[in-house]
């Protein structure tokens, strides 16, 4: 039983929705035919001015009665374009209250929507939920600064920069001896140094002797040339 009352219930309640659009529908119907009825009076207001024209000098009385006719149809127009204007308006203030009606339910539609979505959601909650959400952010930075730290004694800076000095040193000499060139440094180091006592030869007699000759060789060769 109740099935049927509430089937009942929902045809009344699509008849009360169609009403606008059924009242619209029969005033543009009515409309329709009151043009009609403007444009076929027109031309009769035409017809009879084209008559009343054409026997204004030989059928005075014909063209009178055209005029008079050409009169009342004229007053029937007037009034047929009063009742297009009257409808017009009535289709516009039916359509512009459908509208608003419509425009009303979807807001109230929305506003149903966002109590749903809302719930039981307040302020308060809102505000709990961010402070947990920046705890949790303030943690997350705590643990990654902790992460980054190195394990186990620190290097000592200066170490390493004494030890970095040491190798740009190393590769320095290599590349001197290499190219046969020493750094002004080391020659100062490696210059002999001064002493107090004699200063003896490395070489023995012989050896000083052979030399000598070899020296006099080279300059009688010179002369000679």
Same mark, same amino acid.
């Not at 543009?28 to 026997?55: F, P, S, V, W």
């Given at each position: 039983?109740?099935?049927?009352?509430?089937?009942?219930?929902?045809?009344?309640?699509?008849?009360?929705?169609?009403?606008?659009?059924?009242?619209?529908?029969?005033?543009?119907?009515?409309?329709?035919?009151?043009?009609? =009825?403007?444009?076929?009076?027109?031309?009769?207001?035409?017809?009879? /001015?084209?008559?009343? =024209?054409?026997?204004?000098?030989?059928?005075?009385?014909?063209?009178?009665?055209?005029?008079?006719?050409?009169?009342?149809?004229?007053?029937?127009?007037?009034?047929?374009?009063?009742?297009?204007?009257?409808?017009?308006?009535?289709?516009?203030?039916?359509?512009?209250?459908?509208?608003?009606?419509?425009?009303?339910?979807?807001?109230?539609?929305?506003?149903?929507?966002?109590?749903?979505?809302?719930?039981?959601?307040?302020? %308060?909650?809102?505000?709990?939920?961010?402070?947990?959400?920046?705890?949790?952010?303030?943690?997350? /930075?705590?643990?990654?600064?902790?992460?980054?730290?190195?394990?186990?004694?620190?290097? %000592?800076?200066?170490?390493?920069?004494?030890?970095?000095?040491?190798?740009?040193?190393?590769?320095? %000499? /290599?590349?001197?001896?290499?190219?046969?060139?020493?750094?002004?440094? /080391?020659?100062?180091?490696?210059?002999?140094?001064?002493?107090?006592?004699?200063?003896?030869?490395?070489?023995?007699?012989?050896?000083?002797?052979?030399?000598?000759?070899?020296?006099? =060789?080279?300059?009688?060769?010179?002369?000679?040339?």
């Amino acid at each position: 039983m109740s099935g049927v009352w509430g089937w009942f219930g929902g045809q009344a309640a699509q008849k009360k929705k169609d009403s606008p659009k059924n009242a619209i529908l029969g005033l543009r119907q009515q409309l329709e035919m009151l043009q009609k =009825r403007e444009r076929h009076l027109q031309n009769q207001m035409d017809e009879q /001015d084209t008559i009343a =024209r054409k026997n204004v000098s030989t059928n005075k009385t014909a063209a009178r009665q055209a005029l008079k006719r050409k009169k009342q149809h004229e007053h029937t127009l007037e009034q047929t374009t009063a009742q297009i204007s009257t409808l017009e308006q009535q289709i516009y203030s039916i359509e512009a209250a459908n509208i608003n009606r419509e425009t009303l339910a979807a807001m109230e539609n929305a506003g149903k929507a966002m109590s749903n979505i809302h719930g039981k959601l307040t302020v %308060d909650k809102v505000d709990d939920t961010m402070e947990k959400l920046r705890e949790q952010h303030a943690l997350a /930075d705590e643990i990654s600064t902790a992460l980054q730290n190195p394990i186990g004694e620190a290097v %000592d800076e200066g170490e390493l920069e004494d030890e970095l000095e040491a190798l740009e040193q190393e590769q320095l %000499d /290599d590349k001197m001896l290499k190219t046969g060139t020493v750094p002004m440094a /080391d020659e100062i180091h490696r210059l002999p140094q001064v002493g107090t006592g004699e200063i003896k030869s490395s070489k023995t007699p012989v050896q000083e002797e052979e030399d000598e000759e070899e020296e006099l =060789r080279k300059l009688q060769a010179e002369m000679a040339m």
